[in-house]
C-alpha cells in the first residue's frame, strides 16, 4: 500500500505530541490535530494545548485544527470530519505530508474509515415530537436502527439522543440515502502508529501533568471560561478537568484533594477506554504500529521515523 499521511494516535500523557511533532519536523510535514477539546478557544491548560511543542530546534512546525471555535458552538465529529478533509486536501496541495497527532478516538475513526456523515435539514415538526418522548424510549429506538452506535454517551441526555434520532431517521429516508451517495471524501491512506508506555508509568505520567496543570492555574482558566459566559453546564459537558474543576467551583466538590482525586481516577479510566477504543479499531481492521513501550521519547521517535521510511509515505 501507498502511504500518503501518517497518524500517531495513543492514550493521554504519553508524549503523542512530541513523537508527532518531530515525525512531522523530520518530513517537513504539518500537524493536523485530532484533539476534541483543543479544537476550541479558550481550552488551554485544561485540554494540554501546548503550543510550544510545535517547535523543533527554533523551527516552528505549522498545525491545524486547533483554536478554531468557540464554546458558543458545539463542535462534533461531523465538523472535524469536514475540518478534517479541506486541511488534508490543502496539505497535500502543498506537497507536504499530513500528520495526524491525537487521542480522540471518535475523530480519529472518522477520517480513517470514513464514517458517512451527512448535513441534516432541520426538521421542526420531528423535533417536536421526539422532545415529547422519554428519553428511554428514544434510546431504545435509537439503538434499533444503530445497534453498533459509535458513542453510547449519547444514549445519556435527551438532547443528545434526539439529534442522533434525527440523524438516523434522516439517513434512511430517500432524501438521506441520496445524499450518503454524493459523498466526496479525498484519498486518505494513512500510516498509523500509535504509541503507549507500561501502565505504571501512563498512571505516574497523569499524576504529574494533573499537579502541573493545577499549579499553572488550571482551576482560574475554567473560572474565567465561565465568568466570559459559559454556563457551568456547558463546561461540565466537556469532561474531564472542565467538569470536575466547574463542580468544585460550584461547590459541589469541597476540597482541591478531593477534587485531584476524583479527576486523578476519571483521567486513569478515560486512558483505559481510549486504549479499549484502539483496540476496537484493529479489531475492525485497522492496522496501528505500535511503538516500543519506553519513556525515552527520542527512542520512540527514532522508532517512528524509521518505520515510515521503511513502509515509504508519498512526499
Known sequence: MSYNCVVILGPTAVGKTAVGVSVAHHFGGEVISADSRQTYKGLDIGS???????????????????????????????????DFYRVFEEIRGRGKLPVVV?????YLDSVVRGYDLITVPENPELHESLEKRELSDLAKELLSIKPDLHNKSDLL???????????ALYEQSEE?????????????????????????????????RLKERLDEGMIEEIEGLH????????????????RYCSLFLEGKIATKEELFEQLFIQIRQFSK???????????KGVKINWLTETPDKKT?????IKLIEREGVEL
Open 300 to 304: 520512540r521517535i527514532d522508532e517512528a
Open 227 to 242: 465568568n466570559a459566559g459559559a454556563s457551568w453546564e456547558r463546561l461540565e459537558k466537556l469532561g474531564l478537568e472542565y
Open 48 to 82: 494540554g494545548k501546548d503550543l510550544c511543542e510545535y517547535e523543533v530546534d527554533g523551527v516552528p512546525v505549522p498545525y491545524h485544527l486547533i483554536d478554531i471555535t468557540t464554546l458558543e458552538t458545539e463542535y462534533n465529529v461531523f465538523n472535524y470530519q469536514t
Open 176 to 208: 438521506g440515502k441520496a445524499a450518503r451517495e454524493s459523498l466526496k471524501r479525498p484519498d486518505i491512506r494513512p500510516l498509523i502508529i500509535g504509541t503507549t508506555l507500561e501502565r505504571s508509568q501512563v498512571v505516574a505520567n497523569i499524576e504529574r
Open 273 to 283: 477506554r481510549q486504549m479499549t477504543w484502539y483496540r476496537g479499531m484493529e479489531k
Open 102 to 106: 491525537g487521542g480522540t478516538g471518535m
Open 157 to 167: 441526555e435527551k438532547d443528545r439522543v434526539i439529534k442522533a434520532l434525527e440523524i
